[in-house]
């Protein structure tokens, strides 16, 4: 049965691929971004593609009336849209944190609200809904350089696990999917937004600095190798809670969990060059 899915943040990368993916298997897509011309190749290919900016009420109020008027139910909401602000925590200033939280964690519960009518009408309708967030695997362990985006998806993984126990009543299903390194042009987004102010005390390491922003895209899986499982496990009768893939997201998360702090610490600090610091003087 075809089914009715809408997806944010589909420009480049898990987006995208996920919904040429899902539009491949006979779904009907609601392909969505921020400039919806960045949508130009997904609607070449017929995905119904709507320009939605999860940071504004009003551009999510107007996709969601979109899918009323067409649909007038949505079986699926995949949150996927996101950044990564890449800086050490002390250079981030409380306009980049803010950045960094509203897009990643609060954006994906403010649009999750919006849709619940609709989400409510498929329960109607078929008997159940979903809602999938796209967290990472970061928010299992943190590294240098990248506080603010580990903790962001930490925080979603946290709302996501309430969202599905207190959406279960309801007949909807929350996934919550953490990926490791998948490739895309997030690495490059990420690079755009690094911050080393020119009096930061780690401007010895820039070079570590920057390395955090394209980490992710060291031999990274490919996005459509990435969501071909992952489409597998959203559409199954029993979805799980929870799905990791891609490049690092089996090995990484069990480090963390069997090395002792101090020598997964060290290991993450000559990964970005944090033994070679060499601090300004104050």
């Known amino acids: 049965m075809a089914q009715t899915v809408l997806i944010t943040g589909c420009s480049t990368g898990i987006g995208a691929a996920l919904a040429r993916e899902l539009h491949a298997r006979g779904h009907r ?10 949508l130009a190749e997904l609607g070449e290919l017929g995905l119904q593609t709507l320009a939605l900016d999860v940071n504004d009420d009003t551009s999510i109020a107007a996709a969601m009336r979109t899918v009323q008027e067409q ?20 250079d981030l200033t409380r306009e980049d944190l803010r950045a960094q939280y509203e897009t990643n964690v609060i954006a994906p519960v403010a649009v999750t609200r919006a849709a619940l009518p ?14 999938t967030m796209v967290g990472s695997i970061v928010g299992l362990f943190t590294t ?15 709302l996501a696990d309430a969202l599905r126990m207190e959406t279960a009543p309801l007949g909807i299903n929350v996934l919550t999917v953490q990926p490791g390194g998948i490739r895309s042009s997030f690495g490059d987004h990420a690079e755009a937004n690094l911050q080393l102010p020119g009096d930061s005390l780690y401007k010895s390491v820039e070079d570590g600095v920057r390395a955090r922003a394209q980490a992710g895209q060291v031999d990274a899986t490919p996005a459509a190798v990435f969501v071909a499982p992952v489409v597998d496990r959203m559409l199954s009768d ?17 480090l963390k969990r069997w090395l002792p702090l101090r020598v997964f610490d060290a290991l993450l600090a000559r990964r970005f060059g944090l033994d070679r610091l060499v601090p300004r003087a104050g």
């Open 118 to 131: 609709l989400l409510r009408a498929a329960v109607a309708k078929n008997g159940r809904a979903q809602v």
């Open 144 to 158: 240098p350089f990248a506080g603010a985006y580990c903790s962001s998806k930490a925080a979603l993984h946290s």
């Open 29 to 38: 897509v609601f392909a969505t971004a921020r400039r919806p011309e960045a």
């Open 71 to 90: 649909e007038g139910h949505l079986d699926i909401l995949v949150n996927n849209a996101g950044f990564s602000q890449v800086g050490a925590v002390l």
């Open 238 to 254: 029993a979805p799980p809670a929870i799905l990791r893939g891609g490049k690092g997201s089996t090995v990484l998360p069990l």
